[in-house]
C-alpha cells in the first residue's frame, strides 16, 4: 500500500521559508514522476513542481527562482524548499506520486493530475503579510 505523509508546513511571514518534506512508503520509489501540488480556499488544486526518475525538475512560473524540489532517494523523501514566501502561497500543500505505469513527461506544463494517483494528507503553509 502507498503512502505518503507530508510534514514541515507552518506558519511564517512573508519572505520567510519553510522545508515540506513527504516520506514515501510502498512505492517504487525513484521510478516515476513525483511532485509538489497546492489549494488554496475556493481555488482549484495547482502544481508547484515536480521531478522524474531522472532528476529533471519543473516549476511553476510563479514559484521559480523561490522553491527548488528535491529527493533523496535512499530515505524515499521527497523536498520542497520555499524560500521568499508570499501571502498567496497560503495554501494546503500536498505531495503526490504519479501511477506507477506512467512513462510520460513530468513537467508540469505536459503532465495532468489524473497521472498523480497517489497523495498524501497535505500540509497546512499561512504566509502572512
Known amino acids: 500500500q502507498v503512502q505518503l505523509v507530508e510534514s514541515g508546513g507552518g506558519s511564517v511571514q512573508a519572505g520567510g521559508s519553510l522545508r515540506l518534506s513527504c516520506a514515501a512508503s510502498?512505492?517504487?520509489?525513484?521510478?516515476?514522476?513525483m511532485g509538489w501540488f497546492r489549494q488554496a480556499p475556493g481555488k482549484e488544486r495547482e502544481g508547484v513542481a515536480t521531478?522524474?526518475?531522472?532528476?529533471?525538475?519543473s516549476y511553476a512560473d510563479s514559484v521559480k527562482g523561490r522553491f527548488t524540489i528535491s529527493q533523496d532517494n535512499a530515505k524515499k523523501t521527497l523536498y520542497l524548499q520555499m524560500n521568499d514566501l508570499k501571502p498567496e502561497g497560503t495554501a494546503m500543500y500536498y505531495c503526490a506520486a504519479a501511477w506507477g505505469g506512467y512513462g510520460g513527461s513530468c513537467a508540469l506544463e505536459s503532465v495532468s493530475l489524473p497521472v498523480f494517483g497517489y497523495w498524501g494528507q497535505g500540509t497546512q503553509v499561512t504566509v502572512s503579510s
Open positions: 510502498g512505492y517504487t520509489y525513484s521510478r516515476g514522476c
Open positions: 521531478t522524474d526518475r531522472d532528476g529533471s525538475t
